[in-house]
């Protein structure tokens, strides 16, 4: 996987890969900031108690919770919205990469957009239910990498792989590879709780998974058919 990752790292200076990590941040940070202000005009706009100090207190928990649970979810929020634009990036590492390989299958923007939106949903969910977990020490970096781990390694393998396998080769290969693709979410996970290494993580990880999901195919050839 280290060797996967390096190949993709080596690669960020591409134009293809600078395009995306430019639009995805400015979309993510757009998107956040839409987020928050309305949690917040919601927060100040709602009494609970009638009683102000408490309002007032409540309502600065909430935003230390809501700017908690921005940062936890800084790097799914950017897979989902970055991914309609990342089938660029596989295209770009399977030009330099992999030359031989035929046209991969079609996906509309209509389904990346859908799957995105799916996709943001989930982790919204997800995260909500796990965020009690996140204000216990040591427990919430288990939560945190277990849910993020999971769902960020099967949001990118299934980015790459429906490129090229259909329905029934893509859930082959990733129930015969599940314990590789959480490691691999994890790994990813990991980078995009580092600062600043976060904003590039949507395109490095779309380019690794390209190449671990290629070797992956090689290793089961009957899965990809």
Excluded: C
């Amino acid at each position: 996987m280290i060797r996967h990752l390096v190949r993709a790292a080596a690669q960020l200076p591409d134009p293809a890969f600078l395009r995306v990590i430019i639009l995805s941040i400015l979309g993510t940070l757009a998107l956040f900031a839409l987020l928050l202000g309305g949690f917040g005009w919601l927060l100040a706009h709602t009494s609970l108690f009638d009683i102000p100090w408490v309002d007032t207190g409540i309502g600065l928990l909430g935003g230390l919770a809501a700017l908690a649970l921005a940062w936890l979810m800084f790097p799914a929020v950017m897979v989902a919205v970055s991914s309609v634009m990342l089938d660029s990036i596989v295209d770009a590492v399977e030009r330099r990469h992999y030359p031989w390989l035929p046209p991969p299958r079609p996906i509309p923007l209509w389904r990346s957009v859908w799957e995105g939106v799916k996709f943001l949903g989930l982790v919204l969910l997800v995260n909500l239910l796990a965020l009690p977990f996140y204000f216990i020490p040591v427990v919430n970096l288990f939560v945190y990498f277990l849910v993020n781990g999971y769902l960020v390694g099967r949001e990118y393998y299934e980015l790459v792989a429906v490129r090229r396998l259909d329905t029934a080769g893509v859930r082959l290969l990733r129930r015969d590879r599940r314990a590789g693709l959480f490691v691999a979410g994890v790994i990813l996970a990991f980078l995009s709780s580092l600062p600043l290494v976060n904003l590039v993580v949507p395109v490095l990880a779309a380019a690794f998974m390209a190449h671990f999901f290629e070797e992956m195919r090689r290793d089961l050839p009957a899965a990809a058919a």
